[in-house]
C-alpha cells in the first residue's frame, strides 16, 4: 500500500517542480 503511494506523491512533486520551472522561465 504504502509503495504504490510513494510513486503519486514522487509525480506530483515533479509536476509542482516543472510549474516553478515553468514560472521562472516566463520571469525571464
Not at 516553478?20 to 525571464?28: A, G, M
Request: glycine letters at 4%; hydrophobic letters at 35%.
Amino acid at each position: 500500500m504504502s509503495t504504490s503511494t510513494m510513486p503519486g506523491r514522487v509525480e506530483d512533486i515533479e509536476l509542482l517542480f516543472m510549474l516553478k520551472d515553468e514560472e521562472k522561465k516566463s520571469y525571464i
